[in-house]
């Protein structure tokens, strides 16, 4: 019986694939605010349509398909059998993939439940359940299957980010349907902001950062040719994060319609995170720092460096910005932005794209097609993403302080407009940054599809090894 | 050639720096003398520079100049000095800190050295700080901060005298430092204008 890989290799691709488009919508909506009449007064082209296309593509095309790709190749090798239930696998291929292509067109279409990185409508969310359970059948029935008694770190971060990811879809979106394409949310005001960002942020939580640990766990001791460098940290670190993330929520909602116990609640817990984040990134830090030797002849490994650079950023500045004197500067301007792209270029893409160059070469059973490509994505990427970075940062402390200037009357100084066109050239260099990121990933999609064009794929069998105690 | 760490050698470590990488290597400076001879002046350059630029011409944020009044200015530089003078001690602790697991050398007046030749460019470039255009500033400074991260990459191997691979993850660890260390500063900085150090603003 031989692993399941070419599920593995279907979901890389579309992962690849939604990557480049998703990107593409992004360059485009940040070219919008440079040059606002490029929708060229097309409804489907509206800033408000291609950004939630934009969101949509990037965390459920290539984010989640990356997440499932690396997640059945890696449960499989680290219980050491076969997938459970390869035909449901294809099943969660086909729906998971289905979803994102008639929600892509759903959502361009002005369909919207109203709710942010959620705003696919009620039939989509249904869809998106079915597969999703569908995906931790799969996952779960390989582990019960396992012929080790360990479940190894990677899988617990895997295991949560399904079981975290159901419960808050399916809550966040029960709604009474009117049409086809409306629904409205069974919560309604504070509570439904409340839900709403108890859902957003544990989907930050659970699928951006806490999936993305189970690639880290998995991939970076492989590429590494090292184990972790304290395993026993992993495990503390993993139920410290499972138990605070949960609560982080409300520092979404700082100085909104909210309880203020509940606003503090958020922040507290939100400086309390840093504690298992960093945890996190020393271990891979300290796991990368013993692999030296490596680094000249793998490009992937760069990636994962860097990564684990951006992620203690991420980590680090989202505490921050929880801390309401903070807040009260930082909310609503383009700073959000800038941290929620040093997390999501920064450290989801990079580490997605060390994970793919060290994945598909193995799943092609040849050589990456070019590492001098591979190494040119990697300067692209990281000139891209520090453009990005630091023209939100410029802009968004400049937009705080404007917002907040008074005249000796007391009177708000500036208005919403002259603010708002003071941006422009923050928005031009973001949109070269955003550019320059889109550039290295068509650079690694053409890499990777000729790496695969050569293929001599060569199917795996598990190890022959004999069930460990207590399993069947 | 020894170098001899003084404000007087900047312009060769801002247009020599390989040569002095390949000094520092052989011949380890004392920490007081790089801290007290080079890096405390440079430190002064961005303050200054932002003091007389905004006495001058004001915040200019893309809308009408924002003036603060002189003591608010002095305040406000006094405190981007201790900032600046901060954030190089730590990261030369850090980094010296991190050496052990880099196998690299443990010298804290390498450490030293290393950190204020990396900030040697930035400290130049804040010269910007004159004219206190925000976006214009963004524009001088990104770059100066690329060929800091690039004399950073390429420096630490030589001067704390660890491979080239090493030195690359060590640069990368010490560059999540430095990311975490930059942001604080913005952090830092809107926390005190909302508690009043900066200009008027209500909430």
Same mark, same amino acid.
């Given at each position: ?93 086909? !729906? ?34 079915? !597969? ?39 809550? +966040? ?50 590429? !590494? ?57 020393? +271990? ?5 720092? !013993? ?155 053409? +890499? ?25 | 050639?020894?170098?001899?760490? &003084? =404000?007087? &050698? ?80 730590? &990261? ?14 443990? &010298? ?37 901060? =690329? ?53 008027? =603003?209500?909430?």
């Amino acid at each position: 019986m031989k692993y399941e890989d070419r599920i593995v290799t279907a979901f890389t691709g579309c992962s690849v694939l939604w990557a480049v488009l998703g990107m593409l919508a992004g360059v485009y909506v940040a070219a919008e605010l440079v040059w606002p009449t490029i929708d060229f007064g097309l409804p489907g082209l509206s800033f408000g349509r291609l950004r939630t296309l934009h969101t949509t593509l990037v965390l459920f095309g290539f984010g989640v398909s990356g997440l499932i790709a690396t997640a059945f190749y890696s449960v499989q090798r680290t219980s050491h059998v076969r997938l459970f239930a390869p035909g449901l696998a294809w099943f969660v291929f086909y !729906a998971w993939q289905l979803t994102i292509v008639l929600g892509g067109v759903s959502v361009m279409a002005g369909w919207n439940a109203g709710k942010e990185y959620a705003e696919l409508e009620w039939p989509f969310d249904l869809a998106i359940a079915v !597969a999703w359970v569908s995906f931790g059948v799969v996952f779960f029935g390989t582990i019960a299957r396992r012929r080790m008694e360990a479940i190894y770190i990677s899988n617990w971060f895997y295991g949560a980010l399904i079981i975290v990811v159901a419960m808050l879809h399916i809550v +966040n979106s029960l709604a009474v349907p009117a049409t086809i394409g409306k629904s409205y949310s069974l919560f309604a005001g504070s509570q439904d902001a409340i839900v709403q960002w108890w859902y957003g942020h544990n989907a930050v939580g659970f699928l951006l950062t806490g999936g993305f640990l189970g690639m880290l766990y998995y991939f970076l001791p492989k590429q !590494a040719e090292q184990p972790i460098w304290s395993y026993r940290l992993s495990i503390v670190a993993f139920w410290a994060f499972v138990y605070t993330y949960i609560w982080a929520g409300p520092h979404h909602l700082h100085y909104h319609s909210i309880p203020e116990w509940v606003q503090s609640l958020g922040m507290v817990m939100s400086l309390i995170l840093l504690a298992p984040s960093w945890a996190t990134m020393v +271990n891979g830090i300290m796991t990368v720092s !013993a692999a030296a030797k490596k680094l000249r002849s793998d490009p992937a490994l760069k990636f994962i460096v860097l990564s684990l650079a951006f992620y203690g950023l991420a980590t680090f500045e989202g505490p921050m910005l929880a801390i309401k004197s903070v807040n009260v500067f930082s909310h609503f301007t383009e700073w959000t932005i800038g941290h929620v792209h040093s997390g999501a270029l920064g450290w989801n893409a990079l580490i997605t794209f060390g994970t793919f160059y060290f994945l598909v070469p193995r799943l092609a059973g040849t050589q990456l097609y070019s590492a001098r490509m591979a190494n040119i994505h990697f300067w692209l990427a990281l000139a891209g993403v520090l453009l990005y970075v630091l023209a939100m940062w410029g802009a968004g402390v400049s937009q705080g302080v404007l917002w907040l200037s008074l005249d000796e009357l007391g009177e708000v100084r500036f208005s919403f407009n002259d603010v708002m066109a003071a941006m422009k050239p923050y928005y031009l260099l973001r949109f070269i940054g955003g550019l320059l990121f889109l550039a290295g990933a068509v650079l690694m999609a053409f +890499n990777l599809m000729r790496t695969f064009a050569g293929r001599r794929t060569v199917e795996i069998a598990p190890p022959a090894v004999p069930a460990a105690r207590g399993l069947k | 050639m020894p170098v001899k760490f &003084s =404000i007087f &050698s900047l312009a060769t470590v801002l247009f020599r720096p390989k040569a002095v990488f390949d000094a520092l290597a052989v011949n380890e400076p004392s920490a007081a003398k790089v801290f007290f001879g080079f890096a405390l002046w440079i430190g002064v350059l961005p303050p200054l520079f932002a003091y007389i630029g905004t006495m001058n011409f004001g915040w200019r944020l893309g809308v009408e100049p924002v003036f603060l009044p002189q003591h608010m200015v002095l305040a406000i530089s006094a405190a981007y000095f201790a900032a600046l003078l901060l954030g190089f001690l730590s &990261s030369a602790v850090i980094a010296r800190w991190m050496a052990i697991t880099y196998d690299a050398s443990q &010298s804290l007046g390498r450490c030293f050295a290393l950190m204020a030749i990396v900030g040697a460019p930035l400290a130049v470039g804040s010269v910007i700080h004159l004219y206190p255009h925000a976006f214009i500033n963004v524009l001088v400074l990104v770059p100066t901060l =690329i060929w800091s991260m690039y004399l950073l990459y390429r420096g630490l191997p030589v001067v704390l005298q660890t491979g080239p691979n090493r030195g690359m993850l060590m640069a990368s660890a010490l560059i999540a430092y430095l990311l975490v260390a930059a942001v604080s500063l913005l952090g830092v900085t809107v926390a005190l204008w909302g508690s009043g150090l900066g200009p008027l =603003i209500g909430y």
